[in-house]
Nanobody, 118 residues
Framework: QVQLVESGGELVQAGGSLRLSCAAS????????MGWFRRAPGKEREYVAF????????RYADFVKDRFTISRDNAKNMVYLQMNSLKSEDTAVYYC???????????WGQGTQVTVSS
């Protein structure tokens, strides 16, 4: 079992920045691929970013467009999402997820609300 707790979401003006954090506990953190997802009001959950176990492979959704940066600190069992140049359409609940196998996400956090005012 892995427990994930997100934090850092808040109300921010368009063009501003936020740093989301996800604290993991339970199993060996470095065994897990980590990802960030989001669900906007009235929409399906969508993928935002991925980071491999060592941090050597990083991928982003196209809409990120160099605005977001995912990182992890395996010594602290933490994964981060730095979000810059925020837009109103980034308003969503952001979730971190952990997965053992490629293509599967086994554990999810409860989410943190990001609201971007225009």
């Amino acid at each position: 079992q892995v427990q994930l707790v997100e934090s850092g979401g808040e109300l921010v003006q368009a063009g501003g920045s936020l740093r989301l954090s996800c604290a993991a506990s339970g199993r060996t953190f470095s065994d897990y691929r980590m990802g960030w997802f989001r669900r906007a009001p009235g929409k399906e959950r969508e993928y935002v970013a991925f980071i491999s176990r060592s941090g050597g492979i990083i991928r982003y959704a196209d809409f990120v467009k160099d605005r977001f940066t995912i990182s992890r600190d395996n010594a602290k069992n933490m994964v981060y999402l730095q979000m810059n140049s925020l837009k109103s359409e980034d308003t969503a609940v952001y979730y971190c997820a952990a997965g053992i196998s490629n293509g599967s996400w086994d554990y999810w956090g409860q989410g943190t609300q990001v609201t971007v005012s225009s």
